[in-house]
């Protein structure tokens, strides 16, 4: 994963070039159940997305940029622009189903897909 400051993510939202799907990891240190997420199995399970990492302690403004106020969050980017809402969740199997319903390039993206995940 890719560490992310809030210039990298500005950046990274008004790239022409942006990877297709890009999902952005809000965690700390300190963080409980951000300690208990398996970033290796998470990672794994979708092998075509560009990963990010940002650190509210380093970077504490681009999770409100993002929208969020609480850790663990996830936030989905397609073509560089947010594809919903950020999932919160320290839950591996939760992650990977959210991850499961991101649209795949070149494949029609569902509209809901992603909110639907999150229940």
Not at 44 to 72: E, H, M
Request: hydrophobic share 40%; with cysteine; net charge positive.
């Amino acid at each position: 994963m890719s560490p992310l400051s809030q210039e990298d993510l500005e950046k990274l939202l008004k790239e022409p070039n942006a990877p297709f799907l890009a999902v952005l990891y809000f965690t700390a240190n300190w963080c409980g159940p951000c300690k208990r997420v398996n970033l290796q199995r998470v990672t794994q399970f979708r092998k075509d997305i560009a990963w990010y990492v940002c650190d509210v302690d380093t970077n504490p403004y681009s999770l409100g940029y993002c929208g969020g106020k609480q850790i663990p969050s996830w936030l989905a980017l397609v073509d560089g622009k947010p594809a919903g809402p950020l999932l919160v969740s320290g839950e591996d199997a939760a992650i990977c189903k959210w991850l499961s319903v991101l649209p795949i390039e070149g494949t029609p993206i569902k509209k809901g897909a992603i909110a639907i995940a999150k229940q």
